[in-house]
């Protein structure tokens, strides 16, 4: 099975600030990296799919990059409205979540 | 978009069996594919199995193999998912979601809480 190494756990940011997470695969998944983010109480929402596709109507601070076994998810002018939970997933396996908030 | 509405909040005793339901609105299940993932709580979401398109089968995690059991009703487009041998650890939040293309889950179900106690 594929193992999703995601970090960090949390991390703490300032509205603006440009914020990083990653996510590596224990073998090559070529480019099906998902992002999701999940608010508190919330079902998962779909942020990127395939690596760097933005679902419709996500807005574009957030962006995803990435192939192979390494991928990062960006957003860059953090707002308080993404206080959430963060997520990578390929199929079948979710990384740990990187829970995000405001400083 | 597909619109997923799942049954209400269960409480269960260990060892007993649970069924989840998921009703799709403005599709039809024959036109999606379905899985299930959990979340127990302050965990993170565990990948369940579902409706493979290019296997043509349901799949399971082989963590919930032979326990776990998901059908579909496609005269009422609604798609169940059931445990049985139910213990504590399976209390979560269960959430059906459509699979895209790309094998990623676009469209959820609001979650159904399960809780396992005596």
């Known amino acids: 099975d594929i193992q999703m190494t995601q970090s960090p756990s949390s991390l703490s940011a300032s509205v603006g600030d440009r914020v990083t997470i990653t996510c590596q695969a224990s073998?090559?998944?070529?480019?099906?990296l998902n992002w999701y983010q999940q608010k508190p109480g919330k079902a998962p929402k779909l942020l990127i799919y395939?690596?760097?596709t933005l679902e419709t109507g996500v807005p574009s601070r957030f962006s995803g990059s990435g192939s192979g076994t390494d991928f990062t998810f960006t957003i860059s002018g953090l707002q308080p409205e993404d206080v959430a939970t963060y997520y990578c997933?390929?199929?079948?396996?979710f990384g740990q979540g990187t829970k995000l908030e405001i400083k | 978009q597909v619109h997923l509405a799942q049954s209400g909040a269960e409480v269960k005793k260990p060892g007993a069996s649970m069924k989840v339901s998921c009703k799709v609105s403005?599709?039809?299940?024959?036109?999606?594919?379905l899985h299930w993932v959990r979340q127990a709580p302050g965990k993170g979401l565990e990948w369940m199995g579902g409706?493979?398109?290019?296997?043509?089968?349901?799949i399971y995690s082989q963590k919930f193999q032979g326990r776990v059991t998901m059908t579909e009703d496609s005269s009422t487009d609604t798609a169940y998912m059931e445990i049985s041998s139910l213990r504590s650890e399976d209390s979560a939040v269960y959430y059906c979601?459509?699979?895209?293309?790309?094998?990623?889950?676009?469209?959820w179900g609001q979650g159904t809480l399960v809780t396992v106690s005596s």
């Open positions: 979601a459509t699979v895209g293309t790309g094998y990623y889950f676009d469209d």
């Open positions: 403005d599709y039809t299940l024959s036109e999606i594919a």
């Open positions: 409706f493979d398109p290019e296997e043509g089968e349901t």
């Open positions: 073998q090559d998944i070529t480019n099906y």
């Open positions: 395939d690596t760097s």
């Open positions: 997933q390929e199929y079948s396996t």
